[in-house]
């Protein structure tokens, strides 16, 4: 098969990276206090909140929704997206093939953002459905492509793809890869030997403040992850000062008895 015929996230995995804009569409809201949501609230942002209560059954009622509302084709949000179905896929390999057949009517867009998320998902299931579809170019794919958990935080899309693999799992590894973010606190804006435009800043210069407040306003919304970034605050021997100092912030926002603001730990 030709490589232009495939779907351009599956030949190149980087293309719907490179297309989305920095934030996603899930993240970028003002922190406050740890308010746990109704109900009501989780049933309506079933991404967000699946991993408290996995309703697998769900998957393909949620894509043709994200379908017929324009999610799929919203490229902000695809980041996050690609990797929590990433993940649905790899918790459940056995319904991939039904999940597959039952999504038959997805436009080609929309195919190669469950294409790119099979990819991700690294499982069996997928490698056999991708390999009848693609043939050889999907394992040169496989080979190129990176684990989520892996992938380069100075990225403009790795942020998102680590929320969206919390939220399909809960997971302690996809915080702490965030919280790596703010060792770029130490990185210099601008490096010995290296030319810089007038204004420029680095997009790693930006990492730790997207962390945090990603983490802020997610801890808003999961007083769950209030403890696991505690638990790592006091728990995690591998952070560095910098770490250190900003999840201290981070805890003092919502736990300002137990963490007194100020201005080191």
């Not at 997805?106 to 195919?111: N, V």
């Not at 490698?127 to 693609?134: A, N, S, T, V, Y």
């Not at 496989?142 to 680590?162: A, G, S, V, W, Y």
Request: hydrophobic share 35%; net charge neutral; with cysteine.
């Amino acid at each position: 098969m030709k490589s232009q015929n495939l779907p351009a996230p599956v030949h190149k995995l980087s293309l719907p990276v490179q297309l989305i804009c920095w934030g996603g569409l899930f993240f970028w809201t003002q922190p406050g206090i740890a308010t746990p949501p109704t109900p009501e609230e989780k049933k309506a942002d079933w991404l967000e909140y699946y991993f408290e209560h996995p309703t697998p059954d769900q998957f393909v009622s949620e894509m043709k929704k994200w379908s017929a509302d324009g999610t799929l084709k919203n490229k902000a949000a695809l980041p996050a997206l690609i990797a929590f179905t990433s993940q649905l896929i790899q918790q459940n390999p056995e319904k991939l093939t039904d999940w597959y057949e039952k999504l038959a009517g997805l436009t080609p867009d929309e195919k190669s953002v469950f294409h790119t998320a099979m990819l991700l998902s690294r499982t069996k299931e997928a490698d056999e459905l991708m390999r009848k579809q693609f043939g050889r170019v999907y394992d040169e794919q496989k080979r190129e492509t990176q684990k989520i958990l892996e992938l380069p935080l100075d990225k403009k899309t790795t942020l998102d793809m680590l929320w969206g693999f919390y939220y399909a799992t809960g997971s302690e590894q996809a915080i702490r890869r965030i919280i790596l973010c703010f060792r770029f606190l130490d990185a210099p804006k601008h490096p010995d030997g290296v030319k810089v435009p007038p204004g420029y800043v680095p997009l790693y210069k930006e990492l730790p403040q997207a962390a945090y407040v990603s983490l802020a306003s997610n801890c808003e919304r999961h007083p769950s992850l209030i403890k696991m970034c505690q638990k790592i605050y006091t728990k995690d021997d591998s952070l560095v000062p910098s770490e250190k100092q900003e999840l201290y912030d981070l805890l003092s926002e919502f736990l300002p008895k137990k963490y007194p603001p100020k201005h080191s730990p």
